[in-house]
C-alpha cells in the first residue's frame, strides 16, 4: 500500500514561485514512477509533470515547460514540484501521484493518488 500527501500550496502572486512536496509511505517509493497533475474549477485532471522511478527521465505538459521542474528524493520518499513564473491560469488543486511507469502517468493512469493542494496565483 501507499500513501501520498501533498503539502506547499498556498497563494503566490504571478510571476512568483512555489515549491510542492509529496511524503510517501511505505518501502517501495522508488519502484514508482511519480507524477504531478492539476484541477481548476470546473476542468477535468490534467497531467503537469512525471518522473522516472530512476530519477533520470523527467516530462512534462506543454503548459508547463521552462517553468516547472519535477524531482525526486527516493531516500526521503518524496517527490517535489518546483513551479516557477507562475500565471493565473496555473491556479488549481494539484495532486500527486504514483504508477508503474512515466508512460502511463502522462496518460492519466496512476495506481494512487493524493489528496491535493491547492495553489492559487494572483494577478
Known amino acids: 500500500q501507499v500513501q501520498l500527501v501533498e503539502s506547499g500550496g498556498g497563494l503566490v502572486q504571478a510571476g512568483g514561485s512555489l515549491r510542492l512536496s509529496c511524503a510517501a509511505s511505505?518501502?517501495?517509493?522508488?519502484?514508482?514512477?511519480m507524477g504531478w497533475f492539476r484541477q481548476a474549477p470546473g476542468k477535468e485532471r490534467e497531467f503537469v509533470a512525471a518522473i522516472t522511478s530512476s530519477g533520470i527521465g523527467t516530462y512534462y505538459a506543454d503548459s508547463v515547460k521552462g517553468r516547472f521542474t519535477i524531482s525526486r528524493d527516493n531516500a526521503k520518499n518524496t517527490e517535489y514540484l518546483q513551479m516557477n513564473s507562475l500565471r493565473p491560469e496555473d491556479t488549481a488543486a494539484f495532486y500527486c501521484a504514483a504508477g508503474p511507469t512515466a508512460y502511463t502517468l502522462r496518460r492519466g493512469q496512476a495506481d494512487y493518488w493524493g489528496q491535493g493542494t491547492q495553489v492559487t496565483v494572483s494577478s
Open positions: 511505505g518501502r517501495t517509493f522508488s519502484s514508482y514512477a
